[in-house]
């Protein structure tokens, strides 16, 4: 069956630098990833889809890659700042013809001042 | 705010209890799910409306009842949970059911089951 793994492990890093976190799928080739962001108490907020056709896309501080071939996607906040700390999750459709999610666990960035 | 609204946002209900969960979204969306996050588990897909019609139930068990009278508006109904059941119950939406389309997340409902 099909897996996404993302690092369980809070990521810590100094405001001012890039911060990258991955995304691991096996068992799959999806047509496209998406990347949400989750803040405590609150529910995921869309902020990237990249297609499988794509090698990297880019949004003001953000950019994802995406490559197929080491079934993974990276997600980049460059000039990180304290406002960026957050839950990061990305998601996987289950199939190639449905708008059903899989989405990973997700990794917790902790950005310090 | 996204456009997705969720009420009540925090329930706490014995095991006997009967009590719903309302989902409403203001996007013009036709395709609207509930999600079960639990601590340190991923989100769990467990109901996908499109167009009103339901077309993914992901082995809930019957004491979570969906309903969707219009696409505007979800409800999960609850009866005899038990304390697993206790997480943040998510609804989203999307255009559409189909391939691609980002979901937008309302703020969740906190649930507790004693």
């Known amino acids: 069956s099909q897996k996404i793994e993302q690092n369980s492990e809070a990521l810590n890093i100094q405001e001012g630098k890039t911060a990258t976190l991955t995304c691991n799928y096996t068992n799959y080739s999806p047509a496209y990833l998406q990347w949400y962001r989750q803040d405590p108490g609150r529910g995921p907020v869309f902020l990237l889809l990249?297609?499988?056709?794509?090698k990297e896309k880019r949004k003001e501080r953000l950019k994802v890659t995406f490559d197929t071939t080491l079934k993974q996607s990276l997600f980049h906040i460059t000039a990180s700042q304290p406002a960026d700390s957050a839950t990061y999750l990305c998601?996987?459709?289950?199939?190639?013809?449905?708008?059903?999610?899989?989405f990973g666990q997700g990794t917790t960035l902790q950005v310090k001042p | 705010e996204t456009g997705v609204t969720q009420t009540p946002r925090h329930l706490v209900m014995g095991m006997t209890n009967k009590k719903s969960l309302k989902c409403e979204q203001h996007?013009?969306?036709?395709?609207m799910y509930w999600y079960k996050q639990s601590a340190k588990k991923p989100l769990e897909l467990m109901f996908v409306y499109n167009f009103k019609e339901q077309t993914e139930n992901n082995s809930v068990p019957s004491r979570f009842s969906p309903e969707c009278p219009n696409s505007s508006h979800l409800f999960l109904h609850l009866h005899t949970l038990q304390p697993e059941d206790s997480a943040l119950y998510l609804c989203?939406?999307?255009?559409?059911?189909?391939?691609?389309?980002?979901?937008?997340f309302g703020p969740g409902t906190r649930l507790t089951v004693l």
């Open positions: 990249i297609r499988e056709n794509e």
């Open positions: 998601a996987l459709p289950f199939s190639s013809n449905t708008g059903k999610l899989i």
């Open positions: 996007l013009g969306h036709n395709a």
């Open positions: 989203a939406s999307s255009q559409e059911g189909g391939v691609g389309n980002e979901q937008f």
